[in-house]
T-cell receptor
Framework: DQQVKQNSPSLSVQEGRISILNCDYTNSMFDYFLWYKKYPAEGPTFLISISSIKDKNEDGRFTVFLNKSAKHLSLHIVPSQPGDSAVYFCAASAGNTDKLIFGTGTRLQVFP | ETGVTQTPRHLVMGMTNKKSLKCEQHLGHNAMYWYKQSAKKPLELMFVYSLEERVENNSVPSRFSPECPNSSHLFLHLHTLQPEDSALYLC??????????????FGEGSWLTVV
């Protein structure tokens, strides 16, 4: 039973447009959410996070939105750049554990 | 350079071999983790060490044996593995524990192939 789901395995976006990556979760105890980016042959790199007390967090071109009632979060990248092409993982944790639960990832391709 | 260094980056071992994966973090963190990524599966937590004490073992078989001699170093000792243990093994660290809302930072991973 997967508690964190990324239902789109891949996404293709034109350079300069907005990329929207989605993530759904089932565990209402999750209170901290993160996005990681992974290039081939490298480990995941932390991108941005959000606590459940917020519904939005912004860092430069990256914004994460959290909808607790829908158990849904999304990562917006605007404007998208070719260097953003990577696999993006959503992760979640609950306050009573040190376990980060990851989704299966969405492969983003930004084309010129 | 992520501040978390893993060696070796690639390892091929037979089922009767004993080998170890090494991780070193240069970030001054006090918690370290082993994660496993198998093909087409999400990253799975294996072990958590906080202040050199193992605080979580995520039902990992005993053929995987972690060791944390100090807050900067973490090892994963491998013994009599199976081919299905072939995967990417990722080390990570954080300042403070995940349950307190702290972010973990990953190394580049060690690709393990068991033949």
């Amino acid at each position: 039973d997967q508690q964190v789901k990324q239902n789109s395995p891949s996404l293709s976006v034109q350079e300069g447009r907005i990329s929207i990556l989605n993530c759904d979760y089932t565990n209402s105890m999750f209170d901290y959410f993160l996005w990681y980016k992974k290039y081939p042959a490298e480990g995941p790199t932390f991108l941005i996070s959000i606590s459940s007390i917020k519904d939005k967090n912004e860092d430069g071109r990256f914004t994460v939105f959290l909808n607790k009632s829908a158990k849904h979060l999304s990562l917006h990248i605007v404007p998208s750049q070719p260097g953003d092409s990577a696999v993006y993982f959503c992760a979640a944790s609950a306050g009573n554990t040190d376990k980060l639960i990851f989704g299966t990832g969405t492969r983003l391709q930004v084309f010129p | 350079e992520t501040g978390v260094t893993q060696t070796p980056r690639h390892l091929v071992m037979g089922m009767t071999n004993k080998k170890s994966l090494k991780c070193e973090q240069h970030l001054g963190h006090n918690a370290m983790y082993w994660y496993k990524q198998s093909a087409k599966k999400p990253l799975e937590l294996m072990f958590v060490y906080s202040l050199e004490e193992r605080v979580e073992n995520n039902s990992v078989p005993s053929r995987f044996s972690p060791e944390c001699p100090n807050s900067s170093h973490l090892f994963l000792h491998l013994h009599t593995l199976q081919p299905e243990d072939s995967a990417l093994y990722l080390c990570a660290s954080s300042q403070g524990r995940v349950r307190s809302g702290n972010t973990i930072y990953f190394g580049e991973g060690s690709w393990l192939t068991v033949v």
